[in-house]
């Protein structure tokens, strides 16, 4: 089974349990980082699904960076081809990474048409034997993502909720569906920014709903136009509800993970400690579970949102 095969080669997940951190936040909260999976991302366990899956020779996305990189890597193990169609605004570290692991880079504007447009135009350029792959609409993207539950099931006795950052919804909609497989029922919320909360919009309103343009949240990985088609049915009968979180809540997180965590983690990732902090009520005197989904983030970017006066 590739799933099985999917796994041999995964990082496990880090378990954070912080003694400062529950001080600093008044209850206990249990952090699952995947800033140490390959490529510093959960997206890795997608990726890497994806190449083992396809009989394509080249394969083709379009990411701000994680989902890039890991593409890139993953092809680099499975030796196919790889490019990734990127903005212009995506960061010099994750563009120097999906080169680093021998992806191809197009880098184009996405205030001109959106990356999904110039994806299509890359495509004919590159002509047959290559295959476009969605970072989160598509089913082995889920199943590889679902490989997080199946780790996370062997604590279930530590957490009733957790709370994971969406975009498109490819790690939400793997986490639901690992846990059914694995029979745990456990409460999923999402967290979602609150410049870009198609997915919110979605859920609330029972089908999708797409933003015009790409959100200017800095959280990059968040800067979907919309959930996935896929990835919706899941969302709809799977999540809890989607908690929306402003711009300085994402910030203040990513400084309470460094200072009280030890754990660089990039905006996206910290989405999830951030809707706890802001709903701290809706989560008092349970055991919630908090997905850092990864920490691949610009050194001077960084240094300056966690930066106190």
Same mark, same amino acid.
């Given at each position: 089974?590739?799933? +099985? ?21 008044? !209850? ?10 390959? !490529? ?20 083709? !996305?379009?990411?701000?960076? +994680? ?77 590889? +993502? ?105 910030? $203040? ?14 905006? !996206? ?26 920490? +691949?983030?610009?050194? $001077? ?9």
């Amino acid at each position: 089974m590739l799933l +099985n095969k999917c796994k041999t080669g995964l990082r496990p997940t880090l378990l954070v349990d912080s003694v400062k951190l529950n001080n600093e936040l008044g !209850t206990r909260v249990l952090i699952a980082s995947e800033t140490f999976q390959h !490529t510093g991302s959960f997206k890795f366990r997608a990726a890497y699904n994806v190449a083992l899956s396809s009989s394509a020779p080249h394969l083709v !996305t379009a990411s701000s960076g +994680n989902f890039g990189q890991a593409l890139a890597y993953a092809c680099q193990l499975t030796g196919k081809k790889c490019t990734v169609v990127m903005p212009e605004t995506s960061t010099k570290s994750k563009i120097e990474a999906v080169e680093g692991f021998g992806g191809e880079i197009r880098l184009v504007d996405v205030g001109v048409k959106s990356r999904g447009e110039w994806l299509l135009d890359v495509l004919i350029e590159l002509g047959t034997e290559v295959e476009s792959v969605s970072p989160y609409d598509d089913e082995r993207v889920i199943e590889g +993502n679902s490989t997080l539950a199946d780790e996370l099931v062997n604590y279930k006795d530590d957490f009733d909720s957790v709370i994971v950052p969406i975009g498109g919804g490819g790690l939400s909609a793997g986490l639901i569906e690992g846990f059914k497989r694995n029979g745990v029922d456990v409460k999923v919320f999402g967290a979602e920014p609150k410049l870009g909360n198609d997915a919110a919009q979605s859920l609330n309103k029972g089908e999708i709903v797409s933003n015009e343009k790409e959100p200017a949240t800095i959280a990059d990985g968040a800067r979907t136009l919309s959930v996935g088609k896929h990835n919706f049915p899941i969302l709809k009968s799977g999540l809890t509800e989607i908690l929306e979180v402003e711009e300085d809540e994402i910030v $203040a997180a990513m400084r309470l993970l460094f200072m009280q965590a030890n754990l660089k983690c990039e905006p !996206t990732g910290a989405l999830s400690l951030a809707a706890l902090m802001a709903n701290k009520e809706r989560f008092e005197h349970k055991k919630p579970l908090v997905i850092v989904s990864g920490g +691949n983030v610009d050194a $001077a970017q960084y240094a300056k949102l966690i930066a106190t006066d």
